[in-house]
T-cell receptor
Framework: DGGITQSPKYLFRKEGQNVTLSCEQN?????MYWYRQDPGQGLRLIYY???????QKGDIAEGYSVSREKKESFPLTVTSAQKNPTAFYLC?????????????????FGPGTRLTVL | GQQVMQIPQYQHVQEGEDFTTYCNSS?????IQWYKQRPGGHPVFLIQ?????EVKKQKRLTFQFGEAKKNSSLHITATQTTDVGTYFC???????????FGSGTQLTVLP
């Protein structure tokens, strides 16, 4: 059964602790992404990776770190430097497809992790 | 940086009424994608538009991409309770494959 998995679904941490969110995909997608969603808002890009061992900062990378050692995995660490870490975190992956000369690259999302920092 | 504005933020309709959400970008987009997020769920891809002036239909849903590739709309005909959720547009910027999401339109359908 192909897809993207994120675990856990709910995560609680004390202020000042680092926490790592997992994201695994078996879709053989090259690109992976991390987004943050706050209540009533859209998705904001934290980090993305287009190939293994390479990743780029998104719009709100401060206080976060990532690694991409394997194609299937793109874990996100929320560090104590992130001032307001409580949010819904979504991981996604995509692959470029050429259809009649046009490039298609829809993103497939995991179920998300709701992080609450107490 | 690039911004994608989406209106309205909320929309309540009676079941059977039509619904439209609009998306505007400050810059020309390579393509625009639409996603639906059910309450408590994650975004699910609906469609991607790539050509200037493109119109695509999925049953009761009609998607349009503007001639200048800066705006888009999603229209739902005769809404049903299963249409409830938040609809996001997302514009692709350049060759880096980064999507910029609109803030979404939360649709409530009253039975």
């Amino acid at each position: 059964d192909g897809g993207i998995t994120q675990s856990p679904k709910y995560l609680f941490r004390k202020e000042g602790q680092n926490v790592t969110l997992s994201c695994e995909q078996n879709l053989n997608h090259d690109a992976m992404y991390w987004y943050r969603q706050d209540p009533g808002q859209g998705l904001r890009l934290i980090y993305y990776s287009q190939i293994v061992n390479d990743f780029q900062k998104g719009d709100i990378a401060e206080g976060y770190s990532v690694s991409r050692e394997k194609k299937e995995s793109f874990p996100l660490t929320v560090t104590s430097a992130q001032k307001n870490p409580t949010a819904f975190y979504l991981c996604a992956s995509s692959i470029d497809r050429l259809v009649l000369g046009d490039s298609y690259n829809e993103q497939f999302f995991g179920p998300g992790t709701r992080l609450t920092v107490l | 940086g690039q911004q994608v504005m989406q209106i309205p933020q909320y929309q309540h309709v009676q079941e059977g009424e039509d619904f439209t959400t609009y998306c505007n970008s400050s810059t020309t987009l390579s393509n625009i994608q639409w996603y639906k997020q059910r309450p408590g769920g994650h975004p699910v891809f609906l469609i991607q538009l790539v050509k200037s002036g493109e119109v695509k239909k999925q049953k009761r849903l009609t998607f349009q991409f503007g001639e200048a590739k800066k705006n888009s709309s999603l229209h739902i005909t005769a809404t049903q309770t299963t249409d409830v959720g938040t609809y996001f547009c997302a514009g692709l910027r350049g060759s880096a494959r980064q999507l910029t999401f609109g803030s979404g339109t939360q649709l409530t359908v009253l039975p």
